[in-house]
């Protein structure tokens, strides 16, 4: 574990305070360990390919399949 003394606005010390209160945290560390993960979400999962999206447009354009109700869905697939 690294410990590190940081300078902060009051602006980050008040969403600190924030994070903290809204998910029950016992300090600020651990305020700024939450905000790091849900950054890493949002900024550095993998980005969907272009082709894929491509992809999944045609797909969606493909008509449905009718299965009728769930008792023939469960006739056609022998679940009964």
């Known amino acids: 574990m690294v410990k590190a003394i940081i300078t902060i606005t009051d602006d980050a010390n008040r969403i600190l305070n924030i994070i903290k209160a809204e998910y029950a945290l016992k300090d600020k560390s651990e305020a700024i360990n939450v905000m790091t993960r849900e950054y890493e979400?949002?900024?550095?999962?993998?980005?969907v390919k272009p082709s894929y999206l491509r992809k999944l447009k045609k797909i969606q354009k493909e008509p449905l399949a009718n299965i009728?109700?769930?008792?023939?869905?469960?006739?056609?697939?022998?679940m009964d």
């Open 41 to 47: 979400e949002l900024v550095f999962e993998p980005k």
């Open 68 to 78: 009728g109700s769930l008792k023939d869905f469960r006739k056609r697939y022998s």
